[in-house]
């Protein structure tokens, strides 16, 4: 039982779902209607739409919200089978057994035959029904997965332009020439950085989320980078939780260099007056906060960064990135899953992309 509801909490219906319904019913009842009226009379007929509407109804959401996706589960296919055939006979007996009672038969008869009939009746009933919102559904799901596809995609090209942008390998390779002949220990400290960067980008490149804690240590990696690019004109702040809970928070790999980037990009800093940029994060949420300070010379942006990343929060997490812009700060907030709830991201994605490959087979 835990299993069918947990099932239909997972798939409740949506409210475009809840419209298919009543335009259903509200083209089909006049019809059934009818049917029932030539035949038993308005008082009988009344009651036998009644219980038409709420029996197919509850049929076809169980069937289609409950047992059906246990079906396309192969984790959960045993189980579903079993609650099938429970749904089968409950068909019967209650569409055999229920219009007996309410259309006014003297005696209900329970044989096989009898129960087959009623089945195969009931069946005719809420076929419609339940055609539309399967299918209506179908479509959600490849609608869904094809955009997820698309912010993947979109994803994975920033990720390999990120790792091949000239401008920021040539930045970081002068500096690391400089460093060479100057002080040829820190040259390999800041080349073992700059390996360790381009390796967490390659190693995660095709994973839809990390740990905070490897994000952390992935942005720190990149914040060593800048600072020997700009000494101390930039200031980087953090306030974290502890260690063990950092490491039971999920991210989207690549927020915080993205969001480094882009305050750098478009801010000035001084070593006399450095730019200050805040990284804070609690068990919710992961914000990156600095004064607006625009460099004078503007810079060449389409906002394509920050817009895919709100897309793949959005698919990923089912939450939205927050962004405050003031004349005087600038602050994202993204949300954290935490790891204990990553079933939940299997839910709102792998899902899809599962019965997606299910219903292609």
């Given at each position: 039982m835990n299993w069918l509801m947990n099932n239909l909490l997972m798939q409740h219906p949506s409210r475009s779902d809840l419209l298919t319904t009543a335009m259903y019913w509200l083209v089909a009842t006049p019809f059934i209607l009818w049917t029932y009226v030539a035949e038993f009379g308005w008082a009988r007929a009344e009651v036998g739409i009644a219980y038409t509407v709420l029996l197919d109804t509850a049929a076809v959401y169980l069937l289609v919200f409950g047992v059906l996706p246990g079906l396309l589960d192969s984790r959960q296919r045993s189980r579903a089978l079993i609650w099938l055939l429970g749904f089968l006979l409950g068909s019967a007996i209650l569409y055999h057994?229920?219009?007996?009672?309410?259309?006014?038969?003297?005696?209900?008869?329970?044989?096989?035959?009898?129960?087959?009939?009623?089945?195969?009746?009931?069946?005719?009933?809420?076929?419609?029904?339940?055609?539309?919102?399967?299918?209506?559904?179908?479509f959600e799901i490849q609608r869904r997965v094809l955009q997820l596809q698309k912010a993947q995609a979109e994803s994975e090209l920033r990720s390999l332009k990120a790792q091949l942008d000239p401008h920021f390998l040539f930045n970081n390779l002068n500096v690391l020439r400089g460093l060479i002949l100057e002080d040829p220990v820190a040259a390999n400290e800041y080349l073992t950085r700059l390996a360790a960067l381009y390796r967490f980008l390659i190693r995660h490149q095709n994973e839809d989320v990390v740990s905070l804690a490897e994000?952390?240590?992935?942005?720190?990696?990149?914040?060593?980078?800048?600072?020997?690019?700009?000494?101390?004109?930039?200031?980087?702040?953090?306030?974290?939780?502890?260690?063990?809970?950092?490491?039971?928070?999920?991210?989207?790999?690549?927020?915080?260099?993205?969001?480094?980037?882009?305050?750098?990009?478009?801010?000035?800093?001084?070593?006399?007056?450095?730019?200050?940029?805040?990284?804070?994060?609690?068990?919710?949420?992961?914000?990156?906060?600095?004064?607006?300070?625009?460099?004078?010379?503007?810079?060449?942006?389409?906002?394509?960064?920050?817009?895919?990343?709100?897309?793949?929060?959005?698919?990923?997490?089912?939450?939205?990135?927050?962004?405050?812009?003031?004349?005087?700060?600038?602050?994202?907030?993204?949300?954290?899953?935490?790891?204990?709830?990553?079933?939940?991201?299997?839910?709102?994605?792998?899902?899809?992309?599962?019965?997606?490959?299910?219903?292609?087979?």
């Open positions: 057994g229920g219009y007996g009672l309410l259309l006014g038969k003297d005696a209900v008869r329970w044989t096989l035959v009898a129960l087959l009939s009623g089945l195969l009746l009931h069946a005719k009933s809420y076929g419609l029904l339940a055609v539309l919102l399967t299918g209506k559904r179908y994000e952390l240590q992935f942005a720190n990696e990149y914040i060593y980078l800048l600072r020997h690019r700009f000494g101390s004109a930039y200031e980087f702040r953090q306030e974290l939780p502890s260690p063990a809970v950092v490491a039971e928070l999920l991210v989207v790999p690549g927020t915080l260099q993205l969001l480094l980037e882009n305050a750098i990009k478009h801010n000035a800093g001084n070593e006399d007056e450095p730019l200050v940029i805040n990284i804070t994060a609690t068990t919710t949420c992961l914000t990156v906060r600095h004064v607006r300070r625009p460099k004078r010379t503007s810079v060449d942006s389409a906002g394509t960064g920050l817009a895919n990343l709100r897309e793949r929060y959005r698919l990923l997490f089912g939450q939205e990135i927050q962004v405050e812009t003031t004349p005087e700060v600038f602050v994202v907030t993204v949300p954290l899953l935490p790891l204990a709830h990553a079933p939940g991201l299997s839910a709102n994605y792998q899902h899809f992309a599962h019965d997606y490959s299910d219903f292609r087979r």
